[in-house]
């Protein structure tokens, strides 16, 4: 599988945009940017993806390089609840994602 | 909106003692998956399963465990004996579809002690 590389933490303040970048310089034209967290006792939860173009949901906004070789996961008004472990990752397709160590995300009240 | 939901929340058993982790999937979903997480450590995939039918697995998902779709609405996690090192958080997880375009949605998972 293609590696993706985050910062292992960030923090940001209530209220506020926050820029959670993935680095992925070997991505296949196939692989597909999904981008998944994981708050504090909880399950993966599914926030994003996309291929080329950017991305808007009611969660979040993916902005993908015209390269593909990086992408950003956009949170526009970060609360606490957005406090968690964002994972970035590649999927070739098939069903098994494999999860890094993904980047903490703490919010300051 | 719909969830997945797992049972117990959490499992306490001894070494070399069989237990059933269960599943309810979300109900129109057609793929199913067991992950694990370790204390502190990455989520890691166990199996996925399609149509009655192991379609991938790594090679934590020996021959002690097994899985199951017993009906139309529950999926098991069996470990036939279990060991400590299986001490760990597992998650159920469900897709519509197989493939890029088609989330994983999580349970919040069965917190397994084994002593």
Redesign the interface.
């Given at each position: 599988d293609a590696k993706t590389t985050q910062p292992n933490s960030m923090e940001s303040n209530e209220e506020e945009p926050v820029h959670l970048p993935c680095n992925h310089s070997t991505i296949s034209g196939?692989d597909?940017i999904?981008w998944?967290r994981?708050l504090p006792?909880?399950?993966?939860?599914?926030v994003i993806?996309g291929?080329t173009s950017n991305v808007n949901n009611r969660m979040a906004s993916l902005a993908i390089a015209e390269d593909r070789k990086s992408s950003t996961l956009i949170l526009h008004r970060a609360t606490l609840r957005d406090a968690a472990v964002y994972?970035c990752i590649l999927?070739f397709?098939?069903?098994?994602?494999?999860?890094?160590?993904g980047t903490r995300l703490t919010i300051i009240p | 909106e719909p969830e997945?939901t797992q049972t117990p929340s959490h499992q306490v058993t001894q070494m070399g003692q069989e237990v059933i982790l269960r599943c309810v999937p979300i109900s129109n979903h057609l793929?199913f998956?067991w992950?694990r997480q370790i204390l502190g450590q990455?989520?890691?995939?166990l199996v996925?399963f399609y149509n009655n039918e192991i379609?991938?697995k790594?090679e934590i998902f020996d021959d002690q465990f097994s899985v199951e779709r017993p009906d139309g609405s529950n999926f098991t996690l069996k470990i036939r004996s279990t060991k400590l090192e299986d001490s760990a958080m597992y998650?159920c997880?469900s897709?519509e579809d197989?493939?890029?375009?088609s989330?994983?949605?999580?349970?919040?998972?069965t917190r397994l002690t084994v002593t």
């Open positions: 196939t597909y999904h998944y994981q006792s909880q399950g993966p939860e599914y993806h291929l994972y999927s397709g098939n069903e098994k994602l494999t999860f890094g160590t | 997945v793929y998956y992950y990455k989520v890691e995939f996925s379609s991938e790594s998650f997880a897709s197989r493939g890029k375009n989330p994983l949605h999580f349970g919040n998972g």
